[in-house]
């Protein structure tokens, strides 16, 4: 029979024709469950659009403590190539500027590692009431940004400051603040706020100088800390007597949102995360927790 | 692709075909293609022919107009697959026993898949389907201008499916600017996913006003393949305006739950889905509505009373275009403003595609736009992609070019300087010119 060939070929033409015209990405996901698209709309016209997820544990929180502990890197400490200055050569040049993306100190500390607190709406100690108002400085110096890693909370102004001769920019990408890319001429100082907490770092950049790189962490509680060269951080005054839930993050984590693995003697690091409870005016000292060389991003 | 072959099958197997006008169903339907052959049989040879003549016309005619979806955007939600190699490759690299790292994955894929699916769902409570939008309250979205603007085309009598007809084929059905065109052309089309857009009246970091929109429609980017749709009733303008900042929106909500959801971890409930996405919408609509809060309104200056106040005021501006210790746009721009500077960077479109596919070898093979760096402009060309009104220039220096390496200017230099600066670029075209005559815009028409 004729037929059913003939319809091979306009089958296949038919094929052609619809391939040709479509968009070019094939894998577009999967297809929205419908019960869920119906709940969400009613919850809305209902004008209850937020559930409650999960009651804050604060309540039982008693009294303050302090949390402190130290990354290392778990392998051969990674050479730090200088990067390659290609403009404002007379300047920056003279500068050797190395890749901050990952810093092994000598005693295998790793510094710019940050730690943030996850559970939500924690009680804050009146101790930071001030702190938190106070200016912080990202410096563009050196052709480079000092600090590497700034963190910010949402009621502190961020001052942008050049004290290189050559002018920079100050480009920062953020997902709910708007972004900014401030010109920052030589010996100049720009003020920045960030009104909402961002979910994860975001990074900064100097469009002129292309090599350098920061980043700023907003949070709306003062709980987060970077390591220092030595690999140590120290956060003082969390709420006690409630367990705590802490994000790692490192700009090179190889991990879902830059979190890194790592293992300690007092508690391990999975996917970024670790627990801890903290004891009313004592302390916990997670000692070493060292990150497999896994756990960045080549 | 298949969606779309099936969809035109599925309308000659459907028991009522769409009549015009009427909107398809915004639950899919996807019909399977094997019993077309079994049933083959069982009809007669001219009503099979009959039906496949309108099969064939139906392809034809609309290019898939029977069912189109709303995709995913694979920068933000890579495949599941390339997920999971991601994270198998770290734990092979931990030396992770066998069992383990498989009952990790396994975990791992599951729930990606289930984040995924609630993505997908939240998205298309929020924004509803390129055939049957949706105007979720609280996103200030006018569904009829939606309307006109979104659907298949060709319908008699009623505007509608003016994206289809007019944007798609450059910017895509999900306005990620993969449309089948889009390789074709330099610069590539606008991706709106990112809710960013380079030519606006606001300052740094916010989003374009209606206005800024509809001015890029009406007078194209000249420069590039975007072109003017003057001839587009302002109506149909509006309309078009209207489904740009939907699916910039759409896109935005996506980036934001995404981080979300991955931030809560584990697979998420309806009621977390809920929270985050009340909190992505209200950061979206709030960037969205208070845009025109934020023109940059120029410190108007009176017109040159002589040809040395003028020449004068060009001077002043090449030695602060110059000056390497304040705007630095010598950095870029090189030191004849033809755009030699010799940097080398990226957009922040380019930039995450960079970054993702870097992170997931595999993304490149969805994402088929050829890396380009953003290049500075030669300003020598007199072409202007965001307006050639001084007020225009005034902008991009004052506010930067958003989304791009040229940053904002509105605190190193004053109004004056911006102006002088203003002055000397729109002089560069000319010159080589002896007399140096006055561009015609300089004196500030249009302001």
């Known amino acids: 029979m004729r037929c059913p ?49 999960g009651g804050s544990s604060m309540d039982q929180a008693d009294g303050w403590g302090t949390i402190r502990g130290r990354f290392v890197y ?13 403009k404002d050569v007379q300047f920056c040049g003279q500068h050797r500027v190395l890749d901050e993306s990952l810093v092994v100190g000598p005693d295998g500390g790793v510094k710019n590692v940050v730690v943030f607190l996850r559970t939500r709406d924690p009680k804050v100690h009146e101790s930071y009431a001030e702190k938190i108002k106070q200016p912080v400085v990202f410096d563009n110096r050196d052709c480079r940004f000092e600090p590497h890693v700034l963190l910010v909370h949402t ?144 | 692709m298949t969606n779309q072959l099936t969809g035109a099958i599925s309308v000659m197997d459907s028991k009522h075909s769409p009549m015009p006008g009427e909107l398809a169903p915004s639950t899919h339907h996807r019909g399977p293609v094997a019993p077309l052959a079994e049933r083959h049989g069982s009809w007669s040879r001219g009503a099979a022919w009959a039906a496949w003549a309108v099969a064939v016309c139906l392809t034809f005619a609309g290019c898939g107009q029977p069912e189109v979806e709303f995709g995913l955007n694979r920068l933000i939600v890579p495949p599941v697959n390339l997920v999971v190699q991601s994270r198998e490759a770290q734990l092979v690299d931990q030396n992770r ?74 910017h895509g059905i999900n306005g990620d600017g993969l449309g ?28 374009p006003t ?9 007078e194209g980017i000249p420069g590039t393949a975007m072109p003017s749709f003057r001839l587009q009733s302002p109506a149909e303008i509006e309309a078009l305006v209207e489904y740009v900042k939907y699916l910039s929106m759409r896109g935005e909500v996506q980036n934001q739950l995404m981080t979300a959801i991955e931030a809560v971890g584990g697979p998420i409930d309806e009621n977390q889905l809920a929270e985050e996405l009340q909190v992505a919408l209200d950061l979206v609509a709030r960037s969205w509505n208070e845009a025109e809060d934020y023109i940059v309104v120029p410190a108007q200056r009176p017109p040159f009373r002589s040809e040395q106040e003028r020449l004068a005021s060009i001077a002043r501006g090449k030695e602060i275009f110059l000056n390497a210790g304040k705007a630095n746009c010598i950095g870029c721009h090189g030191p004849t403003g033809l755009g030699d500077g010799g940097q080398v960077d990226y957009d922040v479109w380019t930039k995450l595609q960079r970054e993702q596919e870097a992170r997931y070898p595999g993304l ?35 506010a ?41 815009s300089v004196h500030r028409a249009g302001l």
Request: glycine content about 10%; some cysteine.
């Open chain 1, 5 to 53: 060939s003939l319809m091979l070929v306009t089958c296949a033409a038919l094929l052609t024709t619809a391939v040709g015209c479509g968009d070019s990405s094939s894998d577009r996901g999967p297809r929205a469950k419908p019960e869920v698209v119906q709940n969400l709309r009613a919850r809305n016209q209902a004008g209850s659009a937020a559930g409650q997820s």
């Open chain 1, 74 to 86: 778990g392998g051969q400490p990674p050479a730090r190539p200088p990067l390659s200055v290609t």
């Open chain 1, 155 to 298: 009621s502190q102004p961020v001052e942008i400051l050049n004290s290189d001769p050559v002018g920079h920019n100050t480009s920062v990408q953020f997902q709910r603040n708007p972004s900014f890319s401030q010109g920052v001429a030589s010996n100049q100082r720009v003020v920045q706020k960030m009104d909402v907490a961002e979910t994860l770092p975001a990074p900064a950049a100097c469009n002129v100088h292309p090599w350098m790189g920061g980043w700023i962490v907003v949070k709306d509680n003062p709980y987060m800390a970077v390591t220092d060269e030595n690999g140590n951080f120290v956060i003082e005054n969390v709420p006690a007597g409630v367990e705590l839930e802490f994000q790692v993050w490192h700009e090179r984590g190889a991990g879902n949102q830059g979190s890194v693995d790592g293992t300690g003697s007092v508690t391990n690091v999975d996917r970024g995360r670790f627990k801890v409870t903290v004891p009313k005016d004592g302390e916990v000292d997670l000692k070493d927790i060292t990150l497999p060389p896994s756990s960045f991003r080549s």
């Open chain 2, 97 to 170: 026993p066998a069992g383990e790292i498989a009952e990790e994955l396994a975990t791992l894929k599951e729930t990606y898949l289930h984040n995924e699916q609630m993505l997908a769902s939240a998205l298309t409570a929020v924004f509803g389907t390129p055939d049957d939008p949706y105007a979720w309250p609280g996103l200030g979205l006018d569904i009829k201008k939606l309307r006109m603007a979104a659907g298949p085309t060709g319908v008699r009598g009623v505007t509608r499916g003016l994206y289809r007809e007019h944007c798609v084929h450059c």
């Open chain 2, 180 to 207: 089948p065109t889009a390789r074709f052309l330099n610069p590539y089309p606008r991706n709106f996913q990112l809710g960013v857009f380079k030519f606006t009246s606001t300052n740094q970091g916010r989003k």
């Open chain 2, 210 to 218: 209606t206005e800024d929109l509809e001015r890029t429609l009406r």
């Open chain 2, 364 to 398: 490149a093979q969805l994402w088929p736009l050829p890396v380009r760096p953003a290049e500075p402009r030669n300003l020598h060309q007199g072409i202007y992609r965001g307006g050639r009104r001084p007020v225009d220039l005034y902008r991009r220096i004052y």
């Open chain 2, 400 to 440: 930067g070019i958003k989304g791009t390496p040229m940053p904002a200017q509105g605190q190193t230099l004053k109004p004056d300087e911006i102006w002088s600066v203003v002055d000397y670029v729109m002089s560069l075209p000319y010159e080589h010119e002896q007399a140096s005559p006055a561009p015609p």
